[in-house]
């Protein structure tokens, strides 16, 4: 049932100069594919520490995607329990979800992003856990440190 199910995991940052509603670029693309001058995977960083210029807006953009897209997967990947969260030194964030379905030659691929924007960024060390819920099943946890310096 799950099984072109995968998770989207990517920390985008944007320096103040990208400043705008949406930080995350664009309500046309998943985030996934959003380009970025500095993007940072926490999935790769997953329980390491990674280094980011204090007090410069930056966003967090974690999902899911299933292909081809199935009415099998459908309720199960709709579900409001199907979700990501992200908490910052123990503080849940605020996130809007994107739902996005692309044709490819092969078939249909849904995505369903949460996005979490901070423009104005943070100072000091901070403890990111992101958490991706499958069906209201916790299916992957990841801890990043970020220094803000």
Excluded at 31 to 56: K, S
Excluded at 58 to 71: I, K, Q, R
Aim: glycine share 8%; aromatic share 14%.
């Amino acid at each position: 049932m799950i099984a072109g199910l995968v998770v989207l995991s990517l920390f985008l940052v944007f320096a103040d100069t990208a400043r705008a509603d949406h930080l995350y670029a664009t309500d046309k693309l998943p985030p996934g594919f959003a380009a970025g001058p500095n993007r940072i995977n926490m999935n790769l960083n997953c329980g390491g520490v990674v280094n980011y210029d204090e007090n410069t807006g930056f966003f967090v953009a974690h999902g899911w995607v299933t292909f081809p897209w199935s009415e099998e997967d459908k309720n199960a990947f709709m579900s409001p329990a199907t979700k990501y969260e992200l908490w910052i030194d123990g503080q849940l964030q605020k996130s809007a979800m994107r739902a996005f379905l692309v044709n490819f030659p092969d078939g249909q691929a849904k995505f369903k992003t949460f996005v979490i924007e901070d423009h104005d960024g943070l100072s000091g060390t901070h403890t990111f856990v992101g958490r991706h819920f499958f069906d209201g099943n916790l299916a992957f946890e990841c801890t990043v440190t970020v220094n803000f310096a």
